[in-house]
Structure formats: C-alpha cells, structure tokens
Nanobody, 123 residues
Framework: QVQLVESGGGEVQAGGSLRLSCAAS????????VGWFRQAPGKEREFVAR????????YYADSVKGRFTISRDNAKNTVYLQMNSLKPEDTAVYYC????????????????WGQGTQVTVSS
C-alpha cells in the first residue's frame, strides 16, 4: 500500500543545517503536490512548505522563508526539505504528506502521512 517515509532528522546546534527526505512507495506522487508539516510538543500541527507536482511552484510558511527550501525528484519519487540556519523553535517532529490528487495543494484531512522524523535544534 501507499507509504510515505521521512528520514534525515536528528539533533543539530542552532545555525546548523539538515536535509529531510520524504520517499513514497506503492504509488507515485509525481502528479501530486507534497507538503511538509511539523508539530512541536503541546502545539498544533503547522504547515511548513509545499511544492507543486512539477516542482515549479513552492510556498513557505513565513517562519521558514529564506531558510528552508523544498524540492523534489520525481524520478526518485522523493521530496526534500533543506533546512538552513536552524533555530531552537524549529524543533519538532516533521511530517510529509500528500493527498495524491491535487497538483497544487495538500488537503491535510485527506492526505497520507509519513511516520515523522524528529528534528531537535539546541542552543
């Protein structure tokens, strides 16, 4: 069945960088938008970044603009999130998601989600 698997998380000092990967199996998302979301303890899940099916359109939360870059390699059925200049407030579990329907949006309630990968940024 459809599975999304995130990887690349870890612990890094403030100002450091990480690259997260989201790999899909069982179904291609080359024709679908993919998003990254995160959830910190005690907080609601929040949108981080989204990329359109062809990779030409990207959208970021204000909190990560200029620091994070979303990209995709449809040949590998993989979406990436390059995170630079990390801050302690970026600490969260990061999830990727796709509803495998829309080329431009991800509807969270209809989406398939990965298991998440922990990102911890220390001061």
């Amino acid at each position: 069945q459809v599975q999304l698997v995130e990887s690349g998380g870890g612990e890094v000092q403030a100002g450091g960088s990480l690259r997260l990967s989201c790999a899909a199996s069982g179904r291609t998302f080359s024709s679908s938008a993919v998003g990254w979301f995160r959830q910190a303890p005690g907080k609601e899940r929040e949108f981080v970044a989204r990329i359109s099916c062809g990779g030409r359109l990207t959208y970021y939360a204000d909190s990560v603009k200029g620091r994070f870059t979303i990209s995709r390699d449809n040949a590998k059925n993989t979406v990436y999130l390059q995170m630079n200049s990390l801050k302690p407030e970026d600490t969260a579990v990061y999830y990727c998601a796709s509803d495998f329907k829309s080329c431009t949006i991800v509807a969270p309630r209809d989406a398939y989600w990965g298991q998440g990968t922990q990102v911890t940024v220390s001061s």
